[in-house]
Structure formats: C-alpha cells, structure tokens
C-alpha cells in the first residue's frame, strides 16, 4: 500500500511538470497568434484591400502589437520542452541555445513600431509600416520559429 502511494504521488509529480511545461508553451503560442491576429488578421488584410481601411482598427493594433512585443523576452525565459498541441508553428530550441540574440531582435521590432506609429494616414502609409514590421518580425521568426505541421 506504501509503494503505491508513492508511486501514485511520483506520477502526479510527472503529470504536474508536464501540465506546467504545456502551460508555458500555451502562453508563448497565444503570445504570438496574439500579435499575428494584428499583424496579418488587420493589417495584412487592409493592405491587401481585403478588409476596408479603418483608421480606428489600424491604431488598435499598432497598440497591441507594441505592448505584445514587449513580453516577449519574458514570456519566452523558460524552455516548455514541448510544441502546444496541434500548433501550426513553434519555438525553435535555440531560443534557449542562443537567448542572448533572441532578444537582441526585439528592440529592431520595438523600434520599427516606434517608427511608425501615429504616422499612418492611409493604405499606402499602411503597407510601408507593415513592411518594416514584418521584415524585423522575420529576422526572428527565419532562425527562432519553427513550421511543426
């Protein structure tokens, strides 16, 4: 009877840090469709002409993507070890093999929302700003992202 209680609280250990390793790689893929519902959900789609311009939802996620970008390195400082399940993408290992250089490319995106924040008028401003986003948006994503499916 000894035994299998011990037995029953080692695998509920087990279960919990697994339990736990799938909640941080939740957080960081919720993090990132956070900022791609923004980025290509609104922006991409007005500079595409498939949704209308609207200058109200074109601020709104100029917003949320600065504040999204900035938990970046935080939400990304433990390694889950694991994809979220039936994710589309995932975080690379070197993340963690290379955290230093990782976060050296947030400040280009932060930068690059900076710069053209409260500039955007129109869909031509529209799509310059979705360029210089998405390219320092990539820079990251070519090394640090992974296509899991």
Not at 11 to 37: F, P, T, Y
Not at 100 to 110: L, M
Not at 136 to 144: A, G, K, P, V
Request: proline share 3%; aromatic share 6%; with cysteine.
């Amino acid at each position: 009877m000894k035994r299998m209680m011990i037995v029953v609280g080692i695998l509920s250990l087990g279960a919990g840090a697994v339990m736990a390793q799938q909640e941080i790689a939740v957080q960081q893929d919720n993090l990132m469709r956070s900022i791609a519902k923004n980025q290509y959900g609104i922006i991409q789609k007005m500079t595409k002409g498939d949704i209308p311009y609207d200058q109200k939802a074109v601020d709104q996620a100029i917003a949320s993507i600065e504040t999204d970008v900035a938990k970046i390195a935080k939400t990304f400082e433990v390694n889950p070890k694991q994809d979220v399940v039936n994710a589309t993408y995932g975080a690379s290992a070197k993340v963690w093999q290379n955290k230093v250089d990782f976060d050296s490319k947030i400040p280009p995106v932060q930068k690059a929302i900076a710069d053209v924040k409260g500039k955007i008028s129109d869909v031509a401003s529209l799509k310059a700003a979705y360029t210089a986003i998405n390219e320092r948006c990539n820079d990251c994503h070519e090394t640090y992202r992974v296509k899991l499916k």
